[in-house]
């Protein structure tokens, strides 16, 4: 494996460049979060950035991206300042920072089961029907969100693998065997298993990088689904509509994307072939009342082993960002 040191002189190649593109965009970006903008813009015109997303760019100043670069040009194995890195760019290094279970893991993790994953998030597929009902998971915002690194420094982190994990520690001098190191070592690991049959995924660190795959998988024409709403969280709850998409039967999958936990931002996007998307009106009860919200829910199917499919359904919430093509 290289020694840090190796990576760190591997760096210096693409410094000058950055250097270059940051004086060529400057007159058009304030900072690095308008230039992620006007990317996401040039990519998805008629897609608005979800708040979700807008809360993870990064925080860097054209400014201090220019600084970094320059001062990777003089760094050496002892130099980098991985503290001042992590607060100037919004990422966690924080050695105790223990990451809540990833919502909807399986996806990444075949061998699973359902039940192991986090309770509410999967439900059976006959619960969507009018009277059915289903409990809704835990539907507060993640503690830790962390920001996505702009494109040309996610390209200069070490290739984002298990095989690359003590480089990506060392850097930002994160001690292997704490609560962090563990979960970062998790997130490579999903991000490196088997799919399921019929399944194409990646683990961005950007979120050019997302929207890179998206486009691939469904084009610039697509639709984006968020849903931050906590009305019925880990409540049981009563359908009383469901409508599903038929524009998805025989058209190209939907992608979802997912949060998963590590120092900076990585979305865990999948299309898994044969996914159909419902749109559902609920029944919530709060106190003496009822309360009816809509809300979304992907159906996935996942080989059993033995032959059939699993329905593996589960609601669009939080974090997670839900493309289509567009109706």
């Keep these: 494996m290289a020694t840090r040191s190796t990576f760190l002189l591997l760096l210096l190649v693409g410094v000058s460049a950055i250097i270059s593109w940051l004086h060529q965009v400057g007159a058009v970006s304030s900072n690095v979060a308008e230039l992620q903008r006007q990317r996401w813009r040039e990519k998805l015109p008629e897609v608005a950035i979800p708040q979700t997303l807008v809360a993870r760019l990064s925080p860097l100043s054209l400014t201090e991206l220019q600084s970094l670069a320059a001062g990777l040009k003089k760094m050496d194995a002892a130099s980098f300042d991985a503290h001042k890195f992590c607060g100037a760019a919004g990422l966690i290094c924080s050695e105790d920072v223990s990451f809540p279970a990833r919502r909807g893991s399986i996806f990444a993790n075949p061998d699973a089961e359902l039940g192991e994953i986090e309770e509410h998030v999967f439900f059976d597929k006959e619960e969507l029907q009018e009277s059915g009902e289903m409990i809704l998971p835990d539907l507060s915002p993640c503690k ?131 996914s159909e998307v419902f749109d559902l009106q609920l029944e919530v009860v709060q106190g003496n009342e009822k309360v009816r919200r809509n809300a979304t829910a992907v159906c996935h199917y996942l080989s059993d082993g033995a032959g059939g499919n699993q329905a593996a359904c589960h609601p669009v919430f939080g974090e997670m960002l839900l493309w289509t093509p567009k109706a």
Excluded: W
């Design 144 to 274: 830790y969100l962390v920001s996505f690194l702009p494109s040309e420094l996610a390209q200069m982190m070490p290739p984002f693998s298990t095989a690359n994990v003590s480089q990506i520690l060392n850097l930002l001098n994160i001690s292997g065997g704490s609560n962090l190191s563990r979960s970062m070592v998790s997130t490579l690991e999903m991000c490196e298993a088997r799919g399921e049959e019929g399944e194409v995924h990646t683990c961005s660190t950007s979120v050019e990088g997302m929207v890179e795959f998206v486009v691939s998988r469904l084009g610039s024409d697509v639709d984006l689904f968020t849903d931050t709403s906590v009305v019925g969280s880990d409540q049981r709850v009563r359908v009383t509509k469901v409508s599903k998409r038929e524009n998805m039967m025989g058209g190209k999958p939907p992608v979802t994307c997912h949060n998963f936990a590590f120092p900076y931002g990585v979305s865990y996007c999948h299309s898994i072939k044969g």
